[in-house]
């Protein structure tokens, strides 16, 4: 996952995400590398559109993907592609958010062994790919602040004078170093890759960019060639590829640090725009200015409040009325209390009488007693005993056991 990615996590908010947002996050987390991929398949579904722009998907024996070439890569397609024409094409992958897709963007496309310079860019491709120079855990991050950038280009060329334009425009203060080589040629490649090792020996540059304006791709062939990937992929200096326009591409931007669709773009990649962080250190200073008048403010505020409250005014009268205040509230909890103990006692003589008055010794003390067997059963009916039995007779104080002699029924 990049550390662009914007995911909210649930300490961050406590509503659902909306759609718009899993979209943007899962934008971001496939497009922060930047990466560019090199796909083959087939063509289907070709649509070209009024505006254009080109719709298509590329598709193998198993899967298939989207695809989309901007009018702009449009213009540049050498070949006439077709339904069912097999292609090899540069692209990236985008996020069509109102979609909620992915699809291929793509920047070069040709037919499958078109040309030999095509072959041999692809042969050579594939095989630094395996051995990892396009790894992007090789790739260098540029420094936070960058004062002194060396250029490998050549110096009459545009592709030169647009970098010092548009670094010098963006800082005042950043440095330019150029080692001027050929960028077309035979001699071209083995030039630029000694310029790289000679900026890294120098090793007084914070990156380096280099590149050339746009052209065929035998003009921009010098950038295809194995002795500048390795040169790239051994620089100890972050480097920026800078090659051709928007649209070209070369074995040097899949290997280098960064890859910038054109020479102006890569200073401005490279440089960071000095108005810009003035602007930004200006409003940070206004929203610190702004925090401490707010905060100084609150404090004259809560001052000018405390020494104008009746505590400070007048403090004895303050504490007298307080220590009153508490005696008023011990009587009345002392007068409370009492009242309350009162009831209750008046309460449970009351359930202690009517107890004692359904209390059964209440009733022996009448001259009544209470028969029961020697088992302890009371005695509620002459026909349950028979003579001879003995009883146990319960007074009021005392009991006494006795026999029975005679029984005389009561009639009915």
Not at 3 to 14: D, M
């Amino acid at each position: 996952m990049s550390e662009n990615t914007i995911f909210l996590t649930p300490q961050e908010s406590q509503r659902p995400y909306t759609i718009s947002e899993i979209n943007q996050g899962i934008a971001l987390a496939i497009e922060s590398s930047n990466n560019l991929v090199w796909i083959e398949g087939e063509i289907s579904n070709w649509k070209p559109s009024s505006s254009g722009h080109i719709y298509f998907r590329l598709k193998d024996s198993e899967s298939q993907i989207p695809a989309v070439i901007w009018r702009s890569a449009a213009a540049q397609i050498k070949c006439k592609p077709k339904d069912g024409m097999a292609v090899i094409a540069i692209g990236s992958i985008r996020v069509y958010q109102k979609g909620g897709y992915y699809q291929l963007d793509i920047h070069r496309i040709q037919e499958v062994g078109s040309g030999a310079l095509n072959e041999a860019f692809e042969k050579l491709k594939n095989r630094l790919h395996k051995e990892g120079l396009f790894a992007p855990e090789h790739k260098r991050p540029l420094p936070e602040t960058i004062r002194r950038i060396g250029v490998i280009t050549s110096k009459r060329g545009a592709a030169f004078k647009d970098i010092v334009r548009v670094a010098t425009s963006r800082s005042t203060q950043v440095e330019i170093v150029l080692i001027d080589v050929l960028v077309q040629g035979e001699k071209a490649a083995p030039e630029i890759a000694k310029a790289i090792r000679t900026m890294n020996e120098y090793n007084n540059v914070d990156c380096i960019i280099t590149g050339r304006g746009g052209g065929s791709i035998e003009d921009l062939w010098a950038f295809n060639e194995e002795i500048v990937a390795r040169a790239i992929y051994d620089s100890r200096i972050p480097v920026i590829s800078a090659v051709g326009h928007e649209i070209d591409f070369t074995i040097a931007d899949f290997v280098a640090d960064f890859r910038a669709p054109t020479p102006s773009a890569a200073a401005e990649i490279a440089v960071c725009d000095q108005k810009e962080r003035e602007r930004y250190f200006k409003t940070q200073l206004e929203r610190f200015s702004y925090s401490c008048r707010s905060y100084f403010q609150s404090v004259i505020k809560n001052y000018d409040s405390c020494i104008s409250s009746s505590a400070l005014r007048r403090p004895v009268k303050y504490f007298l009325e307080n220590m009153q205040y508490q005696d008023e509230l011990e009587s009345k909890f002392t007068e409370r209390t009492a009242q309350l103990l009162k009831s209750y006692k008046t309460l449970i003589n009351g359930m202690g009488l009517r107890l004692n008055a359904l209390s059964p010794l209440n009733i022996l003390s009448r001259g009544y007693s209470v028969v029961s067997t020697a088992e302890g059963v009371v005695v509620k009916d002459a026909d349950t005993i028979q003579s001879g039995n003995s009883v146990k007779i319960r007074f009021q104080r005392g009991s006494a056991e006795a026999v029975i002699t005679g029984i005389e029924p009561i009639d009915r």
